[in-house]
Nanobody, 117 residues
């Protein structure tokens, strides 16, 4: 059974940095795209960044220039580097992993990021 686990969240002051990690366990699978989403209280979940199997990336305009997405295919790991954090970045961040050649995807439980002003 595939499990996705995020880590690296926490409390940081505005202007600070955090690096989120997304790990996949439960057997070796071919991972297609990795997505990072976030959901703030009272708001809908939104996509923050995406990286496909070839390394092409998409970064949402709201975080462009501050967030970077990357992955280590050998380790089945994904990362979201978040710099110059703002209070509006406060949210639960989720990793979503797609399985190659299928419509299957897997969600992590989320990690809380809180940015104080």
């Amino acid at each position: 059974q595939v499990h996705v686990v995020e880590s690296g969240g926490g409390l940081v002051q505005a202007g600070g940095s955090l690096r989120l990690s997304c790990g996949v366990s439960g057997g070796t699978i071919c991972i297609s795209a990795m997505h990072w989403y976030r959901q703030a209280p009272g708001k809908e979940r939104e996509v923050v960044a995406v990286i496909d199997s070839g390394g092409s990336t998409y970064i949402a305009d709201t975080v462009k220039g501050r967030f970077t997405i990357s992955r280590d295919n050998a380790k089945d790991m994904g990362y979201l580097q978040m710099n110059n954090l703002k209070p509006e970045d406060t949210a639960v961040y989720y990793c979503n992993v797609g399985r190659c050649g299928t419509e299957l995807d897997y969600w992590g439980q989320g990690t809380q990021v809180t940015v104080s002003s």
